[in-house]
Structure formats: structure tokens, C-alpha cells
DNA sequence: CTCCTTGCAAAGGATTTGCACTAAC
DNA sequence: GTTAGTGCAAATCCTTTGCAAGGAG
């Protein structure tokens, strides 16, 4: 969705005054819920679906409603300040949006980062005459540490 | 999902009496439905979703339920007879379960098969400790030449 | 004749949307 | 005051499922 390279703004590392600049740059407002979501997301390496957003905000006693959370996330998806994760099972969203990689279990669906250096080489590859590339994306797929314990039982946890 | 490596089937590839062999060593029947929608995967190049596949068999006049149409590419991908793909819209299926990767056009939702070759080393990744890797995937995203034409207008064709 | 499959319709999960209301700016 | 954002419920999209009838082995 959002074009990607080195140096681009992840939101752990933005002061939110920034952040606040740029939503209002783009004339959106600094409100009451989009604090919250934002502070529920930084720092969190976990890729939470927008659900378990929703619940870990209202678990802390603060109320915003479902709509508002994906409104919110997708909102700031496309100012580029979190990244957006398909696969099997809901979006997942992720704070960090520099360049790298993701292991997705197939058993639980969590995500994890992979500390495999970006090749930005990639982003050179001709796909085809007329295809522009902006980004592309390594996702690995197997069991995490946890769920590889119990292959025998069925487990769905956080889809 | 499937493990996949070289020398695994590829849907194209396989004599229909092969795959029939396939499906009746699991137990599976082979049934007009599943003929037909092995018939109307084959050889297809454009990852289609169940809902395509399912409009394709009926505009060639058969009818196969929508129901059918996606419990038959589900046990397909179950069986390793084709790759189910994941993103942004509905799941797409692809009937070349060989190692290889893809593209996906962000304003359509198309995909390509990209022929960069398959990165063999990559499934060697460490990715922490307790991580079992089964297979990785690498998906360019971008636009394709029909979609950078039309950059302005809205299309959303094929989701 | 047994068990797997199908079709249909209903259910389900994930996500978006319409609308009246509230709150930034 | 304007205009964008919110909550809520309803709507939508994609997909799965329950169940009775049908068909493969």
C-alpha cells in the first residue's frame, strides 16, 4: 500500500508532537481515540489485530469502539505510519513500518519480526514490462516455540 | 500451510488419473464437481478467487455450488494440489505448487507469477530459537501495466 | 448399502458504512 | 460555526457450516 524505504518515519520513534503534526498536516485531528489507539500500538512487537486493540484499550478501563479502532489503524496506514498484515486470519497491524521481515505461525497465526537484513535489491527486480514495484515482503510460515510443544492439540488462539 | 519443495506436484503437471489416484488414497471422491473445478483451475495463470472460479463454471454453462467451490479448494490446498494466497481481498488460489513467488498489484488485486528464482536458502533462516520454518514466501506489490495506465480513476476489478 | 459430497440456506467472522451526535479547530 | 470524528447498529463481504438429499465406491 504505502511505499516504504530506509529513513522512512516508524511510529516507536516519532515524538508525538510529530505525529500530531502530520495528522494535522493532512487535516486530521488529534483526538481523544486516536491518542489512545496510538499509544496502545507503540512499542508493541506483538502485530495485534484491531480486536485485540479494542480490547486491550477497554481493558484498561478507556473506551473507544470497535469502528474507531480499524477507522483509526487504517487511517494511519495510509499516512503511512503503521503497516498493514494480511494473511490467514484478520489484518494484523504493525507499529514498526521500516523495512523487514515477518514469521507467521500457522498454527496460533502469531507474527513475529525476523531479524534478517532488508535486501533492497528486491525492490530492483523487474516483475515485467509495464509493472512498477514499490515494496516487497518475506513472510516465513511454521510453528512458533509455543506451538510447536502441542502439534497434537487444536489451537487457534489470536485468529 | 503445505510443505512445499522442489519436485512437489504441481496441479499442471499431473495426469487427471493421477490426482483422481490422490484423492482416493484420502478418502475423497471423484466426483463430476471436483473434476470440474480441477479442470477449470488447471493451467490458469491469474490465482483466481472460488468466487471466479465459480462464476467461470457456470458462464461454461455447469453448475457447481459457491459452497462446493470453496470446500473443493480447500481440501485441494489440504491435499498440496494448490496454493491458497492470501492479501488484501478474498483468498486466490494457484494451481502451480511449485517453489516460486508472486506479485500483486495494489489497485486491482491481481496476481502474477513473478520468475525470480526460488530462493532455496531462505528456508535455512534462523528465525529464533524453537521456530520450526516450513517454506517462505516473497510477494512484490506495485502496480501492474494495465492499472498504471488508469493511476486517477478508481478500479477495483477482481476482489 | 455405507459414507462422502452436494446444494441450499442460514450462520459466522471480519470489516465497513450510514447517520445523528460530539468535539476539534 | 465548520468540518471531521465518533458510537452505534445495520449492512457488507467473504467464507464456513448444518442438514437433508444424492451419488460414489
Redesign the interface.
Known amino acids: 500500500?504505502q511505499r516504504r524505504s530506509l529513513g522512512q518515519p516508524r511510529l516507536d520513534g516519532i515524538p508525538q508532537a510529530v505525529i500530531m503534526q502530520m495528522l494535522i498536516m493532512n487535516s486530521l485531528r488529534w483526538t481523544r481515540q486516536r491518542k489512545l489507539i496510538l499509544d496502545a500500538l507503540r512499542g508493541r512487537k506483538d502485530h495485534p489485530t484491531a480486536e485485540q486493540v479494542y480490547h486491550d484499550l477497554r481493558a484498561k478501563g478507556t473506551t473507544v469502539s470497535l469502528a474507531t479502532v480499524y477507522r483509526t489503524l487504517r487511517a494511519l496506514a495510509r499516512q503511512g505510519l503503521v503497516r498493514?498484515l494480511?494473511?490467514?486470519g484478520p489484518d494484523r497491524f504493525d507499529p514498526d513500518t521500516s523495512p523487514h521481515y515477518h514469521?507467521r505461525c500457522?498454527r496460533c497465526g502469531h507474527v513475529?519480526d525476523?531479524?534478517?537484513p532488508y535486501k533492497d535489491e528486491?525492490d530492483q527486480?523487474v516483475?515485467?514490462?509495464?509493472?512498477?514495484?514499490?515494496?516487497?515482503?518475506?513472510?516465513?510460515?511454521?510453528?512458533?516455540?509455543s506451538c510447536?510443544g502441542r502439534e497434537g492439540s487444536q489451537n487457534d488462539e489470536g485468529r
Open positions: 500500500m498493514e494480511h494473511g490467514e514469521f500457522t513475529f525476523v531479524a534478517v528486491l527486480v516483475v515485467g514490462p509495464g509493472f512498477v514495484v514499490s515494496f516487497h515482503e518475506i513472510t516465513w510460515e511454521g510453528l512458533c516455540p510447536r
